[in-house]
C-alpha cells in the first residue's frame, strides 16, 4: 500500500522538527519530553459496521515538547493572543512547570451514504473535508489534580486533498475495501476552498487514581477515572461533559487523552526527580462524552456557495460519543487501537445514522535538553 507522497512529505517535516530541536548549555537549560506521533481513525477499521458514510476518515500528524511552540506559521504566537483575550492564559501561567505544547496539520473527510451518485442526496449529510494546523498548550496542576487545555485551529473547508485520498482507496481497493469510486464529492461544503477556524478549551479534572504500590514503579497505576469537559467555537460550535477511565498496568498521567494524539507523556517539571516508568505498560481504555450541538459547518457550510448543505433545523442538538481501546507503551514508543469509536446521529431525518469508526496511534518521544525560557505572564502570577 503506496501513502500518496504529500503525506509522507509531511510526516519527513514533523519528525526532522523534533529531532533538530533547539538545545541549551547545562547551565540554562532543562530537560523535557519532546516528540512525534501519528494518528488516523477510519471507518474501514471497524469493517463490520462500515457504511463508508458520516465520518469516514481522519489523518493527523503532530509533534509535541517545547519545539511544538516555536513560529510553525504563526500559530503558536496567534494561539497565544487567543488564550491571552480568552483568559485561559492565567491557567497556563499558574501552572508554568507542567505544560504540554503541540502543534499538528490534520485532514477529516465526511461523506453521504450512497457514493456512486453525481448529484446532492437531499436529506442525507452532505460531502466534507477539512485541512487544518493545529496549535495545542495543555497545563497541568499535579497536586491539584486538574488540567487545562488550548487549542486553536486555522484552516481550509472544500479542499481536494480529503477527496482525493478516498478516491485513490477505493480505486485500488486498499484494505479490501470494495465500495464504489466516489462521484460527489464536487458537491463538498465550500468546494474549491474557504478559510475556517475553531479554538477549543478543555478541562480535565482526576477523579480516582489507584496505584500498584510496586517500589520500583512508584508511579505505576491501575485504575484511573478523569472528568472532562470542553467548549468549542468556530467550525465546530459547542459544549461536553464526559469520563475516562483506564485499566491496567500504566504510568499515564491524568492529563493524557484516554485516546486520541495524547501530549505530554510523562514529562516532569523544572527541577523535578525523573521517576522511573516500567518499561513495558498495557492498558484498557474508555471514554463517554454527551455533548450540546451549536454550530457545525461541516453540515451547515459558511458563506461561499454551495451545491447542499443542511438547515439548523435538520441540526441534532444533543449528540452522545464514545470510545473503547486498548494500548501499550515500550520504552519510548506509544501505541493505542481504537477498537471502536462511535457517535450518535449528528443530524435528522430518514438518513439519520451513527457513527461508528476505528483508530490507530503511534507515538514515540525522548527527553531532550532545552534552553529555559520563562513563559511570558500578566503580573499578578510573576
Same mark, same amino acid.
Given at each position: 500500500?503506496?501513502?500518496p507522497?504529500?503525506?509522507?512529505?509531511i510526516?519527513c517535516?514533523?519528525?526532522?522538527?523534533?529531532?533538530?530541536?533547539?538545545?541549551?548549555?547545562?547551565?540554562?537549560?532543562?530537560?523535557?519530553?519532546?516528540?512525534?506521533?501519528f494518528?488516523?481513525?477510519?471507518?474501514?477499521?471497524?469493517?463490520?459496521?462500515?457504511?463508508d458514510?458520516?465520518?469516514?476518515?481522519?489523518?493527523?500528524?503532530?509533534i509535541?515538547?517545547?519545539v511544538?511552540?516555536?513560529?510553525?506559521?504563526g500559530?503558536?504566537?496567534?494561539r497565544?493572543k487567543?488564550?491571552?483575550?480568552?483568559?485561559?492564559d492565567?491557567?497556563?501561567c499558574?501552572?508554568?512547570?507542567?505544560?504540554?505544547?503541540?502543534f499538528s496539520v490534520?485532514?477529516?473527510?465526511?461523506?453521504?451514504?450512497?457514493?456512486?451518485?453525481?448529484?446532492?442526496?437531499?436529506?442525507?449529510?452532505p460531502?466534507?473535508?477539512?485541512?487544518?494546523l493545529?496549535?495545542?498548550?495543555?497545563?497541568?496542576?499535579?497536586?491539584m489534580?486538574?488540567?487545562?487545555?488550548?487549542?486553536?485551529?486555522?484552516?481550509?473547508?472544500g479542499?481536494?486533498?480529503?477527496?482525493?485520498?478516498?478516491?485513490?482507496?477505493h480505486?485500488?481497493?486498499w @484494505?479490501?475495501s $470494495?465500495?464504489? #469510486?466516489?462521484? *460527489?464529492?464536487?458537491?463538498?461544503?465550500?468546494? /474549491?476552498?474557504?478559510?475556517? &477556524?475553531?479554538?477549543?478549551?478543555?478541562?480535565?479534572?482526576?477523579?480516582?487514581?489507584?496505584?500498584?504500590?510496586?517500589?520500583?514503579?512508584?508511579?505505576?497505576?491501575?485504575f484511573? @477515572?478523569?472528568? $472532562?469537559?470542553? #467548549?468549542?467555537? *468556530?467550525?465546530?460550535?459547542?459544549?461536553s461533559? /464526559?469520563?475516562e477511565?483506564? &485499566?491496567?498496568f500504566?504510568?499515564n498521567?491524568?492529563?493524557?487523552?484516554?485516546?486520541?494524539t495524547?501530549?505530554?507523556?510523562n514529562?516532569?517539571?523544572q527541577?523535578?526527580?525523573?521517576?522511573?516508568?516500567?518499561?513495558?505498560?498495557?492498558?484498557?481504555?474508555a471514554?463517554?462524552?454527551?455533548?450540546?450541538?451549536?454550530?457545525?459547518?461541516?453540515?451547515?457550510?459558511?458563506?461561499?456557495?454551495?451545491?447542499?448543505?443542511?438547515?439548523?433545523?435538520?441540526i441534532?442538538?444533543?449528540?452522545?460519543?464514545?470510545?473503547?481501546?486498548?494500548?501499550?507503551?515500550?520504552?519510548?514508543?506509544?501505541?493505542q487501537?481504537?477498537?471502536?469509536?462511535?457517535?450518535?446521529?449528528?443530524?435528522?431525518?430518514?438518513?439519520?445514522?451513527?457513527?461508528?469508526?476505528?483508530?490507530?496511534l503511534?507515538?514515540?518521544?525522548?527527553?531532550?535538553?532545552?534552553k529555559?525560557?520563562?513563559?511570558?505572564?500578566?503580573?499578578?502570577?510573576?
Open positions: 500500500m503506496k501513502l507522497k504529500h503525506l509522507f512529505a510526516f517535516f514533523f519528525a526532522s522538527a523534533a529531532l533538530s530541536a533547539q538545545s541549551g548549555t547545562a547551565a540554562d537549560s532543562i530537560f523535557k519530553t519532546t516528540g512525534f506521533y494518528y488516523t481513525d477510519q471507518d474501514f477499521f471497524v469493517d463490520k459496521y462500515n457504511e458514510r458520516n465520518y469516514t476518515m481522519g489523518v493527523n500528524l503532530g509535541f515538547g517545547p511544538a511552540d516555536q513560529n510553525f506559521l500559530m503558536p504566537w496567534l497565544k487567543v488564550d491571552k483575550f480568552s483568559g485561559v492565567q491557567h497556563h499558574a501552572n508554568n512547570q507542567f505544560n504540554f505544547p503541540g490534520f485532514v477529516s473527510g465526511f461523506t453521504p451514504l450512497n457514493l456512486d451518485t453525481l448529484n446532492p442526496i437531499i436529506g442525507d449529510r460531502y466534507a473535508s477539512l485541512v487544518c493545529s496549535s495545542s498548550y495543555v497545563s497541568a496542576n499535579r497536586l489534580g486538574w488540567a487545562v487545555l488550548s487549542e486553536l485551529n486555522v484552516g481550509m473547508l479542499l481536494q486533498l480529503a477527496p482525493d485520498f478516498q478516491i485513490k482507496v480505486e485500488e481497493h @484494505l479490501g $470494495t465500495r464504489p #469510486t466516489p462521484r *460527489g464529492w464536487h458537491n463538498q461544503i465550500s468546494n /474549491g476552498g474557504e478559510p475556517t &477556524l475553531m479554538y477549543r478549551i478543555g478541562y480535565r479534572k482526576r477523579l480516582l487514581e489507584q496505584f500498584w504500590k510496586v517500589e520500583k514503579w512508584p508511579n505505576a497505576k491501575r484511573q @477515572l478523569i472528568g $472532562t469537559a470542553e #467548549t468549542m467555537l *468556530g467550525y465546530y460550535t459547542n459544549a461533559v /464526559g469520563v477511565a483506564k &485499566l491496567g500504566f504510568s498521567n491524568f492529563w493524557e487523552m484516554a485516546s486520541g495524547s501530549l505530554g507523556g514529562q516532569q517539571g527541577g523535578q526527580p525523573k521517576i522511573k516508568s516500567p518499561f513495558v505498560e498495557a492498558y484498557l481504555y471514554a463517554f462524552r454527551q455533548r450540546v450541538v451549536g454550530y457545525n459547518a461541516l453540515l451547515q457550510g459558511q458563506f461561499r456557495r454551495t451545491a447542499y448543505r443542511m438547515g439548523a433545523s435538520d441534532e442538538r444533543l449528540v452522545g460519543e464514545y470510545d473503547l481501546g486498548i494500548g501499550a507503551r515500550i520504552w519510548k514508543i506509544n501505541i487501537l481504537g477498537v471502536i469509536s462511535g457517535r450518535s446521529p449528528e443530524y435528522r431525518g430518514d438518513y439519520a445514522r451513527p457513527h461508528i469508526w476505528g483508530s490507530f503511534l507515538r514515540a518521544s525522548w527527553d531532550m535538553r532545552f529555559y525560557t520563562e513563559r511570558e505572564c500578566p503580573e499578578e502570577n510573576e
